[in-house]
């Protein structure tokens, strides 16, 4: 099965709000609330910021949540900060084969 | 704090078998509500889910992968390892080992938390 889909990148200044989609499918997003994301910066190990669609872990921003409306879930980060400059990853259990789904990935830059 | 350490051979031969292991301290890896799983990135390219294992050895695997990759654990040394057969150029991909996060009969949820990534190449 496909991935979830995400823009490729994303963009804003300092102190903006940005919000990354990631859609999915009946199979998915649309029926599960297991959504999960994820941040990526180079070198480092990826970090939990929202589970269960938009439930924050311990020790992570309040700056980020998340939300799903049908099959889009989404993830928005507010008053944007250069240390949020990375990859982001949406992932969902599909009732696929495939049972863990990622999305392509989103390039946030911090302008 | 968990903490998780992947280690292996960064080249591997085509055809041969990709082997990792994953240490995990600051924590038991016999825990009835977590699996422990395996994802891959290739270069320039997502994440993509291997497969995950309870400590009990309960494992689930995707599908594209499942008939070269084998997940195994060691309680007494609190580690879990990779093995992935045959493989190819198209194997070439940094390798996160993470706690995964399982409701119920097998309904797989969150990774938290993950190695810092090894990244193996598939080279002759």
């Known amino acids: 099965q496909s991935a979830l889909t995400q823009p490729a990148s994303v963009s804003g200044s300092p102190g903006q709000s940005i919000t990354i989609s990631c859609t999915g499918t009946s199979s998915d997003v649309a029926t599960y609330d297991y959504v999960s994301w994820y941040q990526l910066h180079p070198g480092k190990a990826p970090k939990l910021m929202i589970y269960d669609v938009s439930n924050r872990p311990s020790g992570v921003s309040d700056r980020f949540s998340g939300s799903k409306s049908g099959d889009t879930a989404s993830l928005t980060i507010s008053g944007l900060q250069a240390e949020d400059e990375a990859d982001y990853y949406c992932s969902s259990y599909t009732t696929t084969t495939t049972l863990v789904l990622f999305g392509g990935g989103t390039k946030l830059t911090v302008l | 704090q968990l903490q998780l350490q992947e280690s292996g051979p960064g080249l591997v031969k085509p055809s041969e078998t990709l082997s990792l292991t994953c240490t995990v301290s600051g924590g038991s890896i016999s825990s009835n509500s977590f699996y422990w799983g395996w994802i891959r990135q290739p270069p320039g390219k997502g994440l993509e889910w291997i497969g995950s294992m309870s400590y009990s050895g309960k494992t689930y695997y995707t599908l594209s992968l499942k008939s070269r990759v084998t997940i195994s654990v060691d309680t007494s040394k609190n580690q879990f390892s990779l093995k992935l057969s045959s493989v190819t150029a198209a194997d070439t991909a940094v390798y996160y080992c993470?706690?995964?996060?399982?409701?119920?009969?097998?309904?797989?949820?969150?990774?938290?938390?993950w190695g810092q990534g090894t990244l193996v190449t598939v080279s002759s």
């Open positions: 993470a706690r995964h996060k399982i409701w119920g009969n097998f309904y797989p949820n969150w990774f938290d938390p």
